[in-house]
């Protein structure tokens, strides 16, 4: 608003000009809101993303099964009293992310290691049993981690997440 | 951008950049220092309200084409889950559907302004041709994105505009298979149409930056049609069109926000509520309001090449209108005889509209004929001889001289009552292209959801939802509500659980599993209500070969002709019920016998509210079929109100949620043009 009051002292006609600009001004910003809230997920794809049941029964010990929920592949391994005897035995000290195995498996239901598997490093899918760890191995960049979803070597800076997740049973999981 | 600019930036940064790209000067000379004429009245504010208009196109636009699918199969879902599910999203469709209603309507007065004005007159030839151009693109515009929701009328307007080239002779029927990009209508269609609705907005804009440019070399007309001679006949652009222009715009998107929030499908036609189907024409094919004169005169000429040629023969012959008029006054304001033809000449255009939406029969084809005969008259014969027979009234020495006489305000306001009267008269014919029917009009019923302030009765669509369940559900599909609709706001009012434990009550068929097999589940909130048939063909066996439709547009698909003078008071009474009546009033139609004289085909029931009377469905209801908890009657006539309040829920589950914002937005709106009213007088004392 270009105008020709130079008074030094607010007049009435300032105070209009100030109001309808700020009404302007507040409209404007407002009016943004339903073009940028539209950019975020939509009714159908927040319903899709409800918790999922998973069946443990047919994994094999020393077998790993991939699921998705919501959109992220998630690692389901059934580890091997060795693997799980070794990720026990690391000082947790000594990691880069420092967590323990315990921290990060259900109690009762260790031989179950459950992860999102997305490198936390720039998000590529690691490959399981693999790298020297006998965990995971992301080619991408050379980020390794151990049977527990650790990092241990490589620009990762975390260990692999775990998503939340429940046991409904001995052998069926909900994530979710 | 006329001449060289005269901005002079004073910090050395500006003055750094104004000297490699003075593109900061340019905008200062164009819409700051830029001379307008000052006794432009409002008629003039639609060229901003052109602008905004592309621009809200254009942005809701780019935002639609992110949730839409181009594909036969999927355009029509996913304009629906645009609506119901996206943030927002029916407000964004609302926005861009009745947005190009509104952009025709601003860009029908901005024409008529010019030809009122002789706008089109030397100096400005270009700038008229320019904004035909604009016009042509905008129509190609309009047409190809009203195809994209695949819909019935999408689908065959589509196929009808596209096989007017097949009126080309020898290359016809080549030319049409070019732009089908198959054997009929179909996906290639679809696709391309999209690219190019995405496309053309762009070029609109280009041609848009020419119009405006020519408009700056050339400088406004104005309502006197004399030409400025001295500084005191102009105002600079800023503050005093832009505040004007602001507070026209403001009113404009008071008139808009009526169409969004209160009657989004006024405009429209129901019938692009059914999904498109290549078997089944629509009884009349209508386009939208704003082609219709032109669909009016394609009908008048009984030859297809010669309908054709006409046709485009109506928009082509604006470009030549600069030649055709050679009378030396340019304003109609002092042109007796041109005033009156130019009247007549509106009322021609509004009454080809009125024609292009009556179904070509009888009387409507000789009147099409004449009106056809008069429109070209007007460009061929009217104008070029008034210029030798018409003397005008002296003109003002200048435009000050203009604004001090202070007259033209008669003319103003009957030019007002003359365009809100055309426009409701082309728009409410929209409704009356059933009128060959004879069908009987269904009553019109109390909905608690009627109104700016209707709210669904919570109740009725829970007995609606019971009905559905216990009746409807066993021929009938609702693919586009899905479970967990049932527990969100506006809606029956339900928990989540309870919207999970009516879904669990279904079985959903899923897979394939791992053994490559389908397999039944419980129902989730995320699922959709099921089809009681696998496909449409086994509902087709299943119903005596009428494949029951889904019944969750229903209520939006169904319409009937309300004729004059309801859709003027429909359009202040904001009446858009029209569904839930059909609804409600069919299932109660139905009689045991036909009326004497009445014979209808074996394995169909009589039903006079139902097009044609003959419908194959059995009356669904009965008296005590259902039990209601609540203690209402259990009769029909509560079964077919509650269902309908359900349909209409089904068909449009965000109603509350837009009345409510459209409450909101209208208070906002109201206030602001209040207070831009007040500021344009205080910023205009100066100047009058």
């Known amino acids: ?176 | 951008m006329s001449g060289p600019s005269d901005y002079q930036p004073s910090h050395p940064a500006l003055k750094w950049f104004e000297q490699r790209l003075p593109i900061i000067g340019l905008v200062h000379s164009s819409f700051i220092a830029y001379p307008t004429p000052r006794n432009l009245n409002y008629w003039w504010t639609f060229g901003a309200i052109l602008s905004i208009m592309l621009g809200v196109q254009i942005v809701t636009g780019v935002i639609l084409a992110m949730h839409y699918t181009p594909h036969a199969d999927l355009a029509f879902k996913s304009v629906e889950l645009i609506v119901r599910d996206v943030n927002y999203g029916w407000l964004l469709r609302n926005m861009h559907a009745c947005g190009a209603s509104m952009f025709f309507l601003a860009v029908y007065i901005h024409m008529f302004r010019g030809l009122y004005y002789g706008s089109y007159k030397a100096p400005r030839e270009v700038l008229w041709i320019l904004g035909v151009i604009i016009y042509l693109l905008m129509m190609a515009t309009g047409f190809m994105g009203y195809v994209l929701p695949w819909g019935q009328m999408s689908f065959w307007g589509a196929t009808v505009i596209t096989n007017l080239f097949s009126a080309v002779p020898y290359f016809g029927e080549s030319i049409v298979t070019l732009l089908w990009g198959g054997y009929s209508v179909g996906n290639p269609t679809l696709n391309r149409f999209f690219s190019l609705h995405y496309l053309l907005p762009f070029l609109i804009a280009g041609v848009v930056v020419l119009h405006v440019w020519a408009l700056h070399v050339v400088g406004q007309n104005n309502p006197a049609g004399v030409e400025p001679k001295t500084e005191k006949d102009m105002v600079p652009f800023t503050p005093y069109a832009t505040i004007k222009d602001f507070f026209g715009v403001t009113c404009f998107l008071i008139f808009y926000s009526w169409f969004i929030f209160y009657m989004p499908n006024y405009l429209g036609d129901a019938d692009n509520y059914i999904p498109a189907n290549p078997a089944v024409t629509p009884a009349h094919i209508v386009p939208e309001w704003y082609y219709l004169p032109f669909y009016a005169i394609l009908r008048s000429v009984p030859n297809k090449l010669a309908g054709v040629i006409a046709m485009f023969s109506a928009i082509i012959v604006l470009v030549f209108l600069p030649w055709l008029d050679a009378a030396k006054t340019r304003s109609n304001k002092y042109r007796p005889l041109g005033k009156q033809f130019f009247w007549i000449f509106v009322v021609v255009c509004v009454l080809l509209g009125y024609l292009g939406a009556q179904p070509p029969e009888g009387i409507y084809v000789i009147a099409g004929r004449i009106l056809t005969v008069l429109y070209f008259a007007y460009f061929l014969i009217v104008l070029p001889l008034l210029a030798r027979i018409e003397t005008p009234r002296p003109l003002p020495n200048s435009i000050a001289d203009d604004v001090l006489a202070k007259s033209g305000r008669a003319p103003m306001v009957s030019t007002v009552i003359a365009l809100v009267a055309a426009v409701s008269l082309l728009a409410g014919s929209m409704g009356d292209a059933r009128a060959s029917e004879g069908q009987e009009n269904p009553p019109s019923a109390s909905w608690s959801f009627a109104g700016p302030f209707g709210k669904f009765d919570r109740g009725a669509v829970q007995r609606g939802l019971k009905v559905y369940k216990e009746v409807c559900s066993n021929c009938h599909s609702l693919q586009y509500v899905a479970f967990r609709n049932l527990a969100e706001p506006g809606g029956p009012g339900y928990s989540t659980a309870q919207a999970a434990s009516f879904a669990a009550e279904y079985k959903i068929k899923d897979g394939p599993n791992d053994a490559g097999e389908m397999f039944e589940r419980p129902g989730r909130p995320a699922d959709y209500f099921p089809s009681p048939f696998p496909n449409e063909q086994a509902a087709r066996a299943s119903n005596g070969g009428a494949a029951p439709p889904d019944l969750s547009l229903i209520a939006k698909a169904r319409s009937y002709k309300r004729g004059f003078p309801w859709f003027l008071v429909d359009f202040f009474t904001q009446f858009q019920e029209q569904g839930p009546n059909y609804v409600n009033a069919l299932l109660q139609g139905y009689e045991e016998t036909p009326p004497h004289g009445v014979t209808i085909p074996d394995g169909s029931y009589y039903n006079k509210y139902f097009p044609g009377h003959a419908i194959k469905m059995p009356s669904p209801l009965s008296d005590g079929q259902v039990t209601f908890d609540d203690g209402s009657p259990a009769t029909v006539k509560q079964y077919a109100h509650d269902v309908a309040t359900f349909l209409m829920w089904t068909a449009e589950p965000h109603m509350e949620a837009r009345k409510r914002l459209g409450y909101q937005v209208f208070i906002f709106l109201i206030i602001f043009a209040g207070l831009m009213y007040f500021t344009k007088k205080r910023v205009w004392a100066a100047a009058h």
Not at chain 1, 100 to 106: G, L
Not at chain 1, 110 to 137: K, M, R, S
Not at chain 1, 168 to 174: A, E, F, R, Y
Request: with cysteine; charged share 20%; hydrophobic share 40%.
């Open chain 1, 1 to 176: 608003m270009v105008t020709a009051s130079t008074a030094d002292h607010p007049t009435r006609r300032d105070f209009l000009f100030v109001a309808t600009g700020a009404t302007a001004a507040v409209g404007g910003v407002v009016a943004l809101w339903p073009f940028i809230s539209q950019m975020n997920p939509d009714a159908s794809t927040i319903a899709a993303g409800a918790p999922i049941e998973v069946d443990l029964a047919p994994v094999a010990e020393g077998q790993d099964i991939k699921v998705f929920w919501r959109g992220k592949p998630i690692y389901i391994s059934h580890r091997t009293k060795k693997q799980v005897d070794e990720v026990r035995a690391v000082p947790v000290s000594s990691l880069p992310d420092p967590a323990s195995d315990q921290s990060r498996t259900k109690d009762g239901h260790e031989q179950w290691l459950v992860v999102i598997g997305i490198c936390t490093h720039l998000g590529c899918i690691p490959i399981a049993h693999e790298g020297n760890y006998d965990g995971f191995f992301c080619p991408c960049h050379g980020s390794q981690y151990d049977a527990s979803g650790r990092v241990r070597q490589g620009p990762a800076p975390l260990n692999l997440p775990v998503p939340p997740y429940q046991f409904v049973s001995d052998t069926k999981i909900q994530i979710g």
